[in-house]
């Protein structure tokens, strides 16, 4: 039996709904577009390079996390079946499968990412790496995609990390966990990392680090809608802008245009404007508070069963079971 199968649920129309989205996200009052667009290949890798960067604390934090509760968590679970969504270069995730092979539990992992090379990447280094191990890829949008997870093969672990829950509009993000509650059976479990709320001092260092790679990765954006849709977009014509909102509480990521000016997108028959200092939205990273999560977690039928966080408390793990009818 072969050990990797790829799903991919995005064959023929990823170029669809990135015509849409930027369509409805550039003609809008307030420019905005959807993060998930930033990940082709040289997104996804210019994230990871952010994940090393002194500034960007997240992913060592909740690393760090990991490495301390991961066989606590795994012991909790029962999983034998490791389902993560946005699941990139599965660098964390080799802690959670290292604590379910230690268990003698380690079945089937089964990442989705939207980003293809990631999937077939991570996928091929993991089955080396353990041995017996069954991957599933899926290719596809943890927002429309969900449906194409393959059956259960047992008890599940299904892993959302890194504060990616974070990049969600508030309304999405409730329907999201709704969904996710619908997908746990009796004995599976979530597991949410969240980036908890601290001073804007270190929140706002970590998105506007000093090597400029979150501006170049917030920028590739632009490089994306260009090669896709034909788009006159110059990367360098638009400054990188973040900046903690304190009262929505999270990072809102964008892209100021230094002057005014006219972008053509031939692809969807569009000419958009941008006035000099207009801004477009590329993301938002909400920051979280125990209660709030535990809050939302309740609001979509989920019960907090775990929370985890470091000395610091800048990062939160949480375990979560459907909640009892
Ligand atoms: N889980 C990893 C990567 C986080 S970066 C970590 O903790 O470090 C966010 C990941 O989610 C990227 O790999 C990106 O390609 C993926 N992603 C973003 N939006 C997505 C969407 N709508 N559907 C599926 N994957 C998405
Ligand atoms: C993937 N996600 C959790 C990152 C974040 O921190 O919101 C994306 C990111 N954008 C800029 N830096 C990191």
Aim: charged share 25%; proline share 4%.
């Amino acid at each position: 039996m072969a050990d990797i199968s790829l799903d991919n649920a995005l064959d023929g129309d990823a170029g669809r709904t990135l015509a849409e989205d930027v369509r409805d996200g550039l003609t809008r009052a307030h420019k905005e577009l959807p993060p998930k667009h930033l990940y082709d290949s040289r997104g996804a890798a210019l994230f990871d390079q952010i994940c090393e960067l002194p500034e960007y604390y997240p992913t060592r934090t909740e690393r760090a996390i990991l490495e301390r509760v991961a066989a606590e968590l795994i012991a909790a679970s029962g999983a034998s079946e490791l389902v993560e969504l946005g699941s990139g270069s599965a660098a964390k995730t080799r802690l959670l499968l290292d604590a379910m092979a230690a268990a003698g539990t380690l079945e089937r992992y089964v990442p989705l990412d939207v980003t293809e090379r990631v999937v077939r990447e991570s996928a091929a280094a993991l089955i080396r790496e353990y041995p017996g191990l069954r991957v599933h890829g899926l290719i596809g949008d943890f927002e429309r995609h969900l449906g194409r997870l393959p059956p259960a093969h047992g008890p599940r672990l299904l892993a959302f990390l890194g504060g990616t829950i974070g990049n969600f509009a508030p309304t999405q993000r409730g329907r999201f966990l709704r969904t996710i509650a619908g997908l746990l059976a009796a004995g599976d479990h979530l597991l949410l990392g969240t980036d908890l709320v601290k001073d804007r001092a270190t929140l706002e260092a970590a998105y506007n680090d000093s090597a400029g790679i979150t501006a170049e990765f917030n920028r590739n954006i632009l490089r994306v809608i260009n090669r896709e849709l034909g788009a006159s977009f110059d990367p360098t014509a638009f400054d990188h802008v973040a900046v903690f909102d304190e009262r929505n509480e999270w990072i809102e990521i964008s892209l100021r245009a230094r002057e005014a000016q006219e972008v053509a997108l031939p692809a969807i028959a569009l000419t958009v404007h941008f006035a000099a200092g207009e801004e477009l939205r590329t993301q938002i990273s909400a920051k979280f508070t125990r209660e709030r999560v535990a809050a939302e977690l309740a609001a979509a039928g989920l019960e907090l069963v775990a929370w985890h966080t470091d000395a610091r408390a800048w990062f939160g793990l949480s375990l979560a079971r459907a909640a009892a009818a």
